[in-house]
């Protein structure tokens, strides 16, 4: 098992940055990739960034592409998710998840492929 515990969400203005942190716990080693989802009142969740572990290759959903930035502190067990450039779109709930290795995987920001899921940081983005 793996746990995951999201931190940093808040609230900014337009145009203001936030950095969101995931620590993960447990069988880490299991973990072959890692993402950042996201879910607003009215609309489906959405694949934000992935990051695969042993490449630390990156995939970003198109509408934070140039904004958001995934990446990794292994040593601290830490997944963080940089935003900057917020807009008030951006306002949703964020979820940390995580793919256990040898599980079926194929789209990165697709959330039924992954395993784990944190309980999520709410970040709300004032016009």
């Known amino acids: 098992q793996v746990q995951l515990v999201e931190s940093g969400g808040?609230?900014?203005?337009?145009?203001?940055?936030?950095?969101?942190?995931c620590g993960f716990s447990g069988a880490t080693w299991s973990v072959c990739y890692m993402g950042w989802f996201r879910l607003a009142p009215g609309k489906e969740r959405e694949g934000v960034?992935?990051?695969?572990?042993?490449?630390?290759?990156?995939t970003y959903a198109d509408s934070v592409k140039d904004r958001f930035t995934i990446s990794r502190d292994n040593a601290k067990a830490i997944l963080f998710l940089q935003m900057d450039s917020l807009k008030p779109e951006d306002t949703a709930m964020y979820y940390c998840a995580a793919v256990r290795c040898g599980s079926p995987f194929s789209r990165p920001l697709n959330s039924y492929e992954y395993n784990y899921?944190?309980?999520?940081?709410?970040?709300?983005?004032a016009s």
Request: no cysteine; charged share 15%; net charge negative.
């Open 49 to 58: 960034a992935s990051l695969r572990i042993d490449n630390d290759d990156t």
């Open 117 to 125: 899921w944190g309980q999520g940081t709410q970040v709300t983005v």
């Open 10 to 21: 808040g609230s900014v203005q337009a145009g203001g940055s936030l950095r969101l942190s």
